[in-house]
């Protein structure tokens, strides 16, 4: 079965951490490029940091620099995103992906940064 699978979201003040993982089937995981991806209430989803197949090269949007970490277990097909000294601007539900070839959404996991 095709899936993905967030986890790790919470309520959490500013300032603190979170980390998230994904946990997905080796065919969308294996061999590709995989990102973190997060939408705010009303607004659209963006990529916020985005892995290559390896794990050797990342990228990260100038929102979350340098305070979020991506890294990946392939041998685990799993996916992390560190997030430090979170602000309340990083409130949003969190997605992970494929970078290219999307495929189906997984349910993604609630982040919510509030004193």
């Known amino acids: 079965q095709v899936q993905l699978v967030e986890s790790g979201g919470g309520l959490v003040q500013p300032g603190g951490s979170l980390r998230l993982s994904c946990a997905a089937s080796?065919?969308?995981?294996?061999?590709?490029?995989m990102g973190w991806y997060r939408q705010a209430p009303g607004k659209q989803r963006e990529l916020v940091a985005h892995?290559?197949?390896?794990?050797?090269?990342?990228y990260y949007a100038d929102s979350v620099k340098p305070r979020f970490t991506i890294s990946r277990d392939n041998a685990k097909n799993t996916m992390f995103l560190q997030m430090n000294n979170l602000k309340p601007e990083d409130t949003a539900v969190y997605y992970c992906?494929?970078?290219?070839?999307?495929?189906?959404w997984g349910q993604g996991t609630q982040v919510t940064v509030t004193s």
């Open positions: 992906n494929r970078l290219l070839s999307l495929t189906d």
């Open positions: 080796a065919s969308i995981f294996s061999g590709f490029g």
């Open positions: 892995i290559s197949s390896s794990g050797s090269t990342t």
